[in-house]
């Protein structure tokens, strides 16, 4: 209960009871409102810290999952071009070795053309040398040799254009088998 003297002052100041009471309910009021409000402000406040804490988490799980698929993709493009280096290399190196074993194969049959061409010749050389031997005039013997060098020149001739063709054939297929992976290649 208010004292006299507070009583006193009240009425000095102008202010009733009932105007106090009513001043102190619109307080009350007042501040039952701001604590509501606050109430509500930290409640929403706690119920959104989850959400705004998940949203940078979520961001950096995914700019995590992102960055981890761009490094595997990167390793799979990385891999995927190394694969197809080492079967590229691989496929020059197989045509090299065709083209190897084409060039073997054709001086192979350049050495046996040309033994055949010395055998034959050593042969024929052995005939003409008893040809030779066996003329009776020095009109027979240069009819003899006029003989023995167009046979000789002939021979010659048919033998350098065999083993001609036996090179130009083999540098041709050699060529070709590389031309071939280039272009396969491109």
Known sequence: MATEKEATAVKDGGMRRGEIRDAAAEIGRIGRGTAETATATAIGLVQSAPGAAEAPARAAREGASQAADAATRFAEEQARLAREFTDRASRNVEAMMQAQTIVAGGLQTLWKEWMSFTQDSMQRWAEQAQTLAQTRSIQDLVATQNDI??????????SGMRLSEVATQTASDAARRITERTEAAA
């Open 149 to 158: 060098m167009r046979s000789e020149i002939d021979v010659l001739l048919k």
